[in-house]
């Protein structure tokens, strides 16, 4: 089960977001909100809504907790750049490139939750398995009893 959010046209460069972004991937929701938190950086408030937004869908879709997910992916790619000049010297115009990016973060399921669940189904499914052989047993049992007591009469 993943859940999937992004941020397009955020106006700050892709390689000061890519710091906070590895900072964050692969934790656990817990404490990339933690580090987030604590983060000196200006990327990591949006960065920290996303994770929010993030936790929310999966919250009010599957009714997962936050405690349950993990940060599983997040990237961070180039957006389209804004370019303005600037007046240098013998009237020549310098260009400046103003860069935004795209944030893409994905959550998961912890694999310890993981675990659980594709236990709980083979469990059930082991259970439907042995309950049709208990009954094919018991009846084989019977007529094989049934044999045994018409021989030796």
Do not use: C, W
């Not at 907790?65 to 000049?85: D, H, M, P, T, W």
């Not at 490139?97 to 659980?116: A, D, G, N, P």
């Amino acid at each position: 089960m993943e859940f999937k959010v992004s941020l397009n046209n955020f106006r700050t460069s892709p390689r000061k977001v890519r710091l906070v972004a590895d900072t964050i991937r692969g934790k656990s929701v817990k404490q990339a909100q933690g580090i987030l938190e604590v983060l000196n950086k200006k990327s990591a408030t949006p960065i920290y809504g996303l994770l929010k937004s993030a936790i929310a869908n999966a919250q009010n879709t599957q009714n997962i907790l936050a405690s349950q997910l993990k940060v599983s992916e997040i990237y961070v790619n180039g957006g389209a750049v804004l370019k303005r000049f600037r007046p240098r010297a013998f009237g020549r115009a310098y260009t400046i490139r103003k860069r935004t990016s795209h944030i893409v973060m994905t959550l998961s399921l912890l694999e310890s939750v993981k675990k659980r669940e594709s236990l709980k189904s083979e469990k059930d499914s082991s259970v439907s398995k042995k309950s049709d052989t208990k009954v094919t047993l018991k009846k084989s049992s019977k007529k094989v009893d049934k044999t045994n007591n018409n021989i030796g009469k």
